[in-house]
């Protein structure tokens, strides 16, 4: 329960984390950087108009000769009061060494200021400049009648109002902007949740299945193309194909077991009759011997053909593929099979239509071959036919297997290359066979990237086509 909890909340916590990292730090930094331009841009416009109304008083000086005659000098004293209080900034007029003639606070009267700004303007041009403290500092300089510059004129100015507007702007946006963002959070919140809530059902269910219980299912809506639940329905495929091996694994075990089964009990019961009848002619010991080396030799044959099928099954099991001649693989099954075909008294043709070379495991293709052969043989009445039949094309060769033996329903067909597969009919005839060896020639020939064909009638023939590629593309 708590490594599932873990799991969903580590990506809760991410999507809060991309939340936080690409919605609410960006959107306070362009907030932020909104303000301090729009703070800039006041100041320097603050800037501008200090300058002009310094620029003003400068030429006012300039023009009154205010600076020589005395006489004007308390008119344009009050001018500069007044100007001062109502611009709330602090208007200094000093002379060319830098001595104050004009304060309007009227504390620093007669003192000498010397800031880089004030020789800045005697020297070169006006200035206008934000100092450490915040103040604006403006300085002009002015121009006598000679064009000498005979002194300057500073503004001093405290920008409060500025960032007190600021401040005023500032609380709402931000309040605003945090609003958003909770506003935002719990839809992320809620979003994650919807999301890590079938997550963890998945995860859930994955467990499950993982721990060997197949019938679980995750509840998905199959029309959906969220991908959640396009990952659920993948992972129900995945649970019913492993049900699916499951049962059929269960299947084989008790069909092994039960095949086995029948010749050890016959083993038993024949081994015990001897043992009880220590009288019986020596006649009746070497029958009842006789029919328990029939049986080993049945479970020899099923041992051996579910070896066969489990090293098909293991596909790191070395397979090579050589250039072989078809027509000298089929030979060789024709040859040993045709005394078993006699025996049955059965007409046995080979046609090789061509010439045919492709690249087989020559060992595990003969065997897949040879049950069908076999198979058209034990499966078809004294006095049938059996035909093999070799040809190809510029891809494929093919070999086709027919017989006019006893056939099979169509609903049979689609059940014979399953494991110990047999029709009960044939089973009932006691023709032998373990029911192994379909199974085994159709492993064989998927491992030879083939295909493998049956069409059958009842009572009419079978008739077998077996299609593999020329050359093996692995
Ligand atoms: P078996 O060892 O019983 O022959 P196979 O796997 O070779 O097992 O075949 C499975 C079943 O398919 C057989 O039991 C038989 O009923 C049926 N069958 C296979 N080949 C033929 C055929 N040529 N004609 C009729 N029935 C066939």
Do not use: W
Not at 253 to 272: A, G, M, Y
Not at 289 to 313: A, F, G, P, W
Request: a negative charge; charged letters at 25%; glycine letters at 6%.
């Amino acid at each position: 329960m708590a490594k599932k909890k873990g799991g969903s909340y580590r990506i809760k916590f991410l999507m809060i984390i991309t939340y936080l990292c690409a919605g609410l730090i960006p959107l306070f930094l362009f907030t932020a950087v909104v303000f301090k331009t729009t703070e800039n841009y006041f100041i320097e416009e603050k800037k501008k108009e200090l300058l002009n109304q310094a620029n003003i008083f400068s030429g006012h000086i300039t023009i009154s000769g205010y600076l020589k005659n005395e006489d004007m000098r308390h008119a344009f004293d009050r001018d500069i009061e007044l100007t001062s209080e109502q611009g709330g900034f602090r208007i200094i007029v000093t002379d060319d060494m830098g001595v104050v003639i004009e304060d309007s606070n009227g504390t620093d009267n007669g003192k000498t200021i010397i800031i880089p700004e004030i020789v800045e303007a005697l020297e070169t041009k006006d200035v206008a400049r934000e100092q450490e403290s915040g103040d604006i500092y403006v300085v002009t300089s002015i121009v006598d009648e000679s064009g000498k510059k005979a002194g300057t004129v500073l503004i001093i100015y405290k920008p409060e109002d500025i960032h007190a507007m600021i401040a005023g702007i500032r609380k709402p946006v931000y309040i605003m902007t945090i609003l958003i963002s909770c506003i935002v959070l719990t839809f992320v919140l809620v979003l994650s949740h919807t999301i890590t809530g079938p997550l963890s059902k998945l995860m859930e269910v994955i467990r499950n299945i993982s721990e060997g219980h197949f019938d679980e299912r995750m509840p998905v809506d199959e029309n959906s193309d969220n991908e959640i639940m396009q990952v659920g329905a993948a992972v129900n495929n995945m649970a019913e194909k492993l049900e699916e091996v499951e049962t059929s694994r269960q299947h084989f075990v008790s069909n092994v077991s039960h095949e086995l089964k029948t010749p050890l009990s016959s083993i038993k019961v024949l081994s015990e009759s001897i043992l009880l009848d220590s009288e019986a002619p020596k006649e009746t010991y070497i029958e009842f011997l006789k029919d328990i080396n029939s049986e080993v030799d049945r479970m020899t044959e099923i041992i051996n053909d579910l070896l066969t099928l489990v090293k098909l099954d293991q596909k790191e099991i070395p397979v090579t593929f050589n250039q072989e001649s078809l027509n000298s693989v089929i030979e060789d099954i024709v040859k040993r099979l045709r005394p078993l075909a006699d025996n049955k008294n059965i007409d046995f043709e080979y046609t090789a239509v061509k010439e045919v070379n492709a690249e087989i495991d020559r060992t595990k293709f003969t065997l897949a071959v040879s049950n069908l052969v076999e198979n058209g043989i034990k499966y078809t009445d004294e006095g049938g036919k059996v035909k093999v039949v070799l040809d190809c094309d510029h891809q494929n060769a093919f070999i086709t297997v027919s017989d006019t033996g006893i056939g099979m329903a169509e609903e049979e067909l689609s059940k014979i290359f399953q494991r110990f597969y047999r029709i009960d009919k044939t089973r009932n005839r006691e023709t032998g066979g373990t029911g192994l060896g379909l199974s085994i020639t159709h492993s064989t020939v998927l491992m030879h990237n083939g295909s493998i064909k049956v069409t059958s009638r009842e009572n009419e023939g079978t008739t077998f086509v077996v299609r593999i590629p020329l050359i093996h593309n692995m």
